[in-house]
T-cell receptor, first 115, second 110 residues
Framework: GAVVSQHPSRVICKSGTSVKIECRSLDFQATTMFWYRQFPKQSLMLMATSNEGSKATYEQGVEKDKFLINHASLTLSTLTVTSAHPEDSSFYIC???????????FGPGTRLTVT | RKEVEQDPGPFNVPEGATVAFNCTYSNSASQSFFWYRQDCRKEPKLLMSVYSSGNEDGRFTAQLNRASQYISLLIRDSKLSDSATYLCVVNMDSSYKLIFGSGTRLLVRP
């Protein structure tokens, strides 16, 4: 099956710094990738849709200047959390739409802790 | 009203039990429906798609009732390894965007 990787799997950073998370589709090309965030005991919330070669589409309430998304190639999307604060601590998960365009394949997630 | 609603549980059942989860969705134009399983601190994994005709995969049976906007998942002969959070997921349109329910937690005890 299709494999999606994320890097890093876990990151701890100080408040005010920026953190970049990578999402890669390892054995397929993905024109569309999604970024989700999951707080403890809550479900996944879609943050934005990342489209290769164009600007990301952000969900309501998600600050595009704080969560920078770049989808420069068909196998890589990056999410940069700028000026991170403790309330940004969460589990960030990406997904990529498969070749047939019918299923999303999820990455293993990145656990961000901002101190 | 939430777009996808689930009973959070937890459902605490003995091994071998049959357990059913329900889910309702608000948008009648929703197109695709899924059940995902999520283990603690892991990413969600697709368990099965849900079709109007109902579908079965081993011990798991999923049903969709479009008229009632209701989705169900039945697990027979529960195993300890079935302990997880089960997420009801709906695709609203052709954009591939998925809307996740808050999940139902299942605990299977020996």
């Amino acid at each position: 099956g299709a494999v999606v990787s994320q890097h890093p799997s876990r990151v701890i950073c100080k408040s005010g710094t920026s953190v970049k998370i990578e999402c890669r589709s390892l054995d397929f090309q993905a024109t569309t990738m999604f970024w989700y965030r999951q707080f403890p005991k809550q479900s996944l919330m879609l943050m934005a849709t990342s489209n290769e070669g164009s600007k990301a589409t952000y969900e309501q309430g998600v600050e595009k200047d704080k969560f920078l998304i770049n989808h420069a190639s068909l196998t890589l999307s990056t999410l940069t959390v700028t000026s991170a604060h403790p309330e940004d601590s969460s589990f960030y998960i990406c997904s990529a739409v498969g070749l047939a365009g019918d299923l999303q394949y999820f990455g293993p997630g990145t656990r961000l802790t901002v101190t | 009203r939430k777009e996808v609603e689930q009973d959070p549980g937890p459902f605490n059942v003995p091994e071998g039990a049959t357990v059913a989860f329900n889910c309702t969705y608000s948008n009648s134009a929703s197109q695709s429906f899924f059940w995902y399983r999520q283990d603690c601190r892991k990413e969600p994994k697709l368990l099965m798609s849900v079709y109007s005709s109902g579908n079965e995969d081993g011990r798991f049976t999923a049903q969709l009732n479009r008229a009632s906007q209701y989705i169900s998942l039945l697990i027979r002969d529960s195993k300890l390894s079935d302990s997880a959070t089960y997420l009801c997921v709906v695709n609203m349109d052709s954009s591939y965007k998925l809307i996740f329910g808050s999940g139902t937690r299942l605990l299977v005890r020996p």
